[in-house]
């Protein structure tokens, strides 16, 4: 079994920052990727930011510029920097991981995490 946590969430003004984390715990597993996924009231969830174990990256458009994703391998964490946040921003973001054990591959998701963007 794996297990995702989350951390960092939570009520920012415009124009400020956030730093969201997340890891993974567990035993005997690899992680392929990890990325951000976030759901605002009446929308789908959406893909943020995802980086894979080569150290690829990628972030849907409307982030790039603004949010950072970087990972620390030996602590199973991801991270996503958050600056210059906008009110539309503002979702439950869900931590997310595709994560091999033994033969198996098959995601796994955090509890969500809320972030709010308001003056």
């Known amino acids: 079994q794996v297990q995702l946590v989350e951390s960092g969430g939570g009520l920012v003004q415009p124009g400020g920052s956030l730093r969201l984390s997340c890891a993974a715990s567990?035993?005997?597993?690899?992680?392929?990727?990890m990325g951000w996924y976030r759901q605002a009231p009446g929308k789908q969830r959406e893909l943020v930011a995802r980086?894979?174990?080569?150290?690829?990256?990628n972030y849907v458009d409307s982030v790039k510029g603004r949010f950072t994703i970087s990972g620390d391998n030996a602590k199973n964490t991801v991270y996503l920097h958050m600056n210059s946040l906008k009110s539309e921003d503002t979702a439950v973001y869900y931590c997310?991981?595709?994560?091999?054990?033994?033969?198996?591959?098959?995601?796994?998701w955090g509890q969500g995490t809320q972030v709010t963007v308001s003056s």
């Open positions: 997310n991981a595709v994560i091999t054990i033994g033969q198996r591959m098959g995601d796994y």
């Open positions: 567990g035993s005997s597993f690899s992680i392929n990727a």
């Open positions: 980086i894979f174990s080569g150290g690829t990256t």
